[in-house]
């Protein structure tokens, strides 16, 4: 055959890859494919869960499971059940309400999902198989039921009091999780097709859209609660009015496709209306897989669409253009002169942060966004009127995001560097300076934060200067203390940046428990300290002792973190720390 | 059985491969060559169907990839440059998940064969994190051969091979060349894959440089003792003279790039 008759590559819409669906036989071979990687990972857990490496970890897993299960069966099954009705509007409202923060994540994100969010390997040898993209949508959905259905394990614990029926229970809150999934994935491939100027748009829409969620969250719980009531109060009916939105007729409208699952999740008998919800909520399945196959072959032409017209219009750079681009580049001048300035000891750190520095600057939109919220709910408990909690509750608030929101929301430090950690090694970079390089700049920003929330709170409430004083070098400090805990958590018991499946989600569990442990403990040993303040010092000095030793007691947690830190990093194993992916 | 005319592939802002044009019949063994960069994983990737060409025609083993991707797939195979296998499978089960995909008749009695050519027999219930880079680059190969590819590509096969293994793999190549399948190597090593090429392709900036018979590139250089340097002559004729300024503490410094071995290394 000439090559006249060969067509340019004109489009990907008549590629054979997107038409129609394999036979039978590839589904079974495929899902032979995730039997065995199950089975593998199976015995390759009860293998790691039985090395003395990971036996703190194992212990906290069984004690957690444990206690999870003795609270499902002893107090919550004592409390009286909630309305099925609320349920299901809670549970198809509340998916709407994570749809819509992914979505959020989605436009914000400056990463696009390629190829179904499939790993190298599955990449090349099922990308490069005779394979259809329906039936990798097929086995991506596959993989998503193991965690679903642990997923659905854990709230059907939880749940089991409220509803008749805990098998229909489970089935509705499973297809609820599937469906979320795969609808969390087609935002995410549609994200990945659309332009720039079009992902503008998306961001303001999606914004606007959460924001007035947000507002609704708002204006319901200042509509429930009584003026001047306490803050706690507000924080507990914020919850409810969270639960009212989703609930609300809005909401409701955009959670049809969750519609059957959760009436088939709170019926209260087996007959033909649950079986015909059975029935529609398991078809919304194939229904949503089709969907992502029509939108990721959309969003393959729509790039590749506009892959075309930038060659068409001239608008790239040859490899020759970008070695002249890189021989031309300026150095920054501020690094040279900082690396220049900084002490001897301190150059390597410093040249660690610089390499973090790249990063920030990268996602400085996301950092900024994902800083703002958190923002506004600390400042939230000053609109209360509570002159006297305010401040506290405002302190706590800092305090909640700097241990749960900021360590998720700044994986710039050793947490994302798991493929790297050879070339770390190899670096002649001391220990705790590569501690300090790797920690600074997400210290910082947290700190950057804090300071901003702290001077607005201050001017509103005016706490005073040794309030103010030891509230910023406390929690100063626990922003130290929490990023160092976290990455020799990392370090300790490493895990893949992307990572799913039963072991993170129990890692997130025991995280989260330690997190609130540990502040309910500083808490009560701070109102200890006062105590023996008040009784030991005398009154003439109390405030400036009282302040001295919670600053001190607090950086020195700080520093020992970051000895820990260090000594997890001495003691990472290339060859036994890495996981498999 | 490899058609490529004027492919060219844009990533965001850079072209990567900036119109390659050659074709292959079966039965040819064409050694890809260029510097780090020069685009060759690209027009591999490209030809193998996973990522689409910006522009271009190209047919490959019958098929048209604008419109034929899934029976192109079922008769080509690509090995890339350290395959990542899947961490949570042992060789017998990439072996076997591969045969039933392609639907090979007898896969487990091919599987051992393979594996016995490629010396991996013993490690055949080992998991593939167990291996090391060289084992990982012949299973891959071992899978590539499983379904008896029409056309193999495979990019720097070589690397991180032991020398029994190289010899093993430019013999199968040779072997699967009077076969019939069309084979593309891609690689620095062009003193070890000399003896198997008929064709080569020197790429360099995304460009083709030069395409034809390997003897017909020793014969443009006839001063050059081997092909590698018959090689380094036709890239040293290129025009990569250009002065370029590259800052430094002290102010400017022109350097002068003349040869494609500085180019390379300062790249």
Redesign the interface.
């Known amino acids: 055959?000439s090559?006249d008759s060969?067509?340019?590559?004109?489009?990907?819409s008549?590629?054979?890859?997107w038409a129609s669906w394999d036979r039978p036989?590839?589904h079974w071979?495929l899902g032979?494919?995730t039997a065995?990687?199950c089975g593998?990972?199976i015995k390759?857990m009860l293998k790691r869960i039985r090395s003395p490496r990971r036996l703190m970890a194992t212990s906290l897993a069984v004690a957690f499971f444990c206690l999870y299960l003795l609270n499902g069966v002893f107090i919550l099954s004592s409390r009286a059940p909630a309305d099925p009705e609320r349920l299901r509007l809670w549970l198809s409202g509340g998916m709407v309400l994570y749809a819509m923060y992914h979505g959020l994540r989605c436009v914000w994100s400056s990463q696009s999902v390629a190829d179904l969010e499939l790993?190298?390997?599955?990449?090349?040898?099922l990308?490069?198989?005779?394979?259809?993209r329906s039936s990798l949508a097929i086995y991506h959905v596959g993989s998503m039921v193991v965690p679903s259905m642990l997923k659905t394990a854990l709230l059907v614990v939880v749940l089991a009091m409220d509803v008749r029926h805990v098998s229909l229970l489970a089935v509705g809150v499973f297809c609820s999780l599937v469906l979320l999934e795969i609808i969390r994935l087609i935002i995410a491939r549609w994200s990945s097709g659309i332009d720039q100027r079009q992902r503008k748009w998306f961001r303001v829409a999606v914004t606007c859209v959460a924001g007035a969620a947000a507002i609704q969250v708002f204006t319901r719980m200042i509509a429930i609660t009584p003026m001047g009531s306490p803050t706690l109060v507000y924080l507990l009916n914020g919850v409810r009015a969270m639960g009212q939105t989703a609930a609300s007729e809005w909401v409701q409208w955009m959670s049809v496709p969750w519609l059957a699952s959760a009436n088939l999740a709170v019926h209260g008998s087996v007959g033909f209306i649950s079986v015909a919800n059975l029935m529609i909520a398991i078809g919304t399945l194939p229904l949503a897989i089709l969907l992502l196959v029509r939108v990721d072959r959309w969003s393959?032409e729509a790039v590749?669409k506009r892959?075309?017209n930038?060659?068409a219009a001239g608008?790239?750079?040859?490899?020759?253009d970008?070695?002249?681009e890189v021989?031309?580049?300026?150095?920054k001048r501020w690094r040279?002169l900082l690396v220049r300035l900084a002490p001897n000891r301190a150059g390597d750190a410093i040249a660690m942060m610089s390499r973090q520095w790249v990063s920030v600057v990268r996602y400085r939109g996301t950092i900024l966004f994902s800083f703002a919220l958190p923002t506004l709910l600390c400042l939230s408990p000053l609109a209360t009127g509570q002159e006297n909690e305010q401040w506290l509750f405002v302190v706590g608030g800092i305090a909640m995001c700097t241990m749960l929101l900021a360590p998720p929301a700044l994986r710039i430090d050793f947490r994302r560097d798991l493929k790297r950690m050879l070339l770390l090694r190899s670096l002649p970079v001391n220990p705790m300076s590569m501690v300090i390089g790797q920690l600074a700049l997400p210290v910082l920003i947290t700190w950057m934060y804090q300071w901003f929330t702290l001077a607005i709170a201050v001017i509103v409430v005016g706490p005073g200067l040794a309030q103010t004083l030891m509230w910023t070098s406390v929690l100063s400090a626990l922003a130290v203390f929490t990023f160092a805990v976290e990455n020799a958590m990392f370090l300790a018991y490493p895990h893949h940046e992307h990572a799913e499946g039963v072991a993170m989600m129990i890692r997130a569990k025991l995280t989260f428990l330690g997190k609130a442990t540990i502040i309910a403990l500083s808490v009560g040993m701070l109102v200890a300290w006062a105590v023996f303040c008040r009784s030991a010092v005398p009154s003439a000095i109390v405030t400036i002792v009282f302040v001295a030793g919670a600053m001190a007691a607090s950086w020195l947690a700080a520093i020992l973190a970051l000895f820990v830190a260090q000594v997890c990093w001495r003691r990472y194993d290339l060859c036994h720390d890495i996981p498999?992916? | 059985m490899i058609q490529v005319q004027d492919l060219r592939k844009l990533y965001d802002d850079h072209l990567a491969v900036d119109g390659v044009s050659f074709s292959l019949q079966p039965g040819q063994i064409c050694g890809m060559v260029g510097p780090n960069g020069a685009g060759k994983t690209t027009t591999l990737r490209c030809l193998a169907g996973l990522i689409p060409a910006t522009s271009g025609q190209l047919r490959v083993a019958e098929c048209d990839l604008s419109r034929d991707l899934l029976p192109l797939k079922k008769r080509l195979a690509y090995v890339p440059d350290d395959p990542p296998l899947f961490d949570d499978l042992t060789v017998r089960e990439h072996l076997e998940f591969i045969g039933r995909l392609y639907q090979v008749d007898d896969y487990q009695g091919k599987s051992i064969e393979l594996l016995k050519q490629f010396n991996l027999l013993d490690k055949f219930a080992a998991g593939a994190t167990t291996l090391s880079r060289g084992m990982r680059q012949k299973l891959a190969v071992c899978c590539a051969y499983l379904y008896d590819p029409q056309v193999l590509l495979l990019d720097e096969p070589l690397t991180g091979l032991d020398p029994p293994g190289i010899r093993t793999l430019l013999e199968s190549i040779l072997d699967l060349a009077d076969r019939g399948t069309t084979v593309i190597i891609s690689s620095h090593l062009l003193a070890m894959i000399e003896s198997v090429c008929t064709h080569l392709l020197v790429i360099t900036d995304g460009k083709r440089r030069f395409f034809g018979l390997a003897d017909e590139l020793r014969q443009k250089y006839p001063d050059a003792a081997s092909l590698e340097e018959a090689y380094f002559a036709a890239t040293g004729e290129l025009p990569l003279e250009e002065a370029v300024e590259v800052p430094v503490f002290d102010g400017p410094m022109t350097i002068s790039i003349t040869d494609f071995q500085t180019h390379e290394a300062l790249s």
Not at chain 1, 6 to 12: E, G, I, N, Q, W
Not at chain 1, 127 to 132: C, L, S, W
Not at chain 1, 315 to 320: A, N, P, S
Not at chain 1, 327 to 331: F, K, N, Y
């Open positions: 055959m090559m060969v067509r340019p590559a004109s489009s990907l008549a590629s054979s890859l036989i590839t071979d032979r494919l065995s990687r593998f990972r390759r790993t190298p390997a599955e990449d090349l040898w990308g490069g198989a005779p394979v259809r393959h590749l892959e075309r930038r060659l608008e790239y750079i040859t490899q020759r970008s070695w002249s021989a031309h580049a300026e150095p040279q498999p992916s």
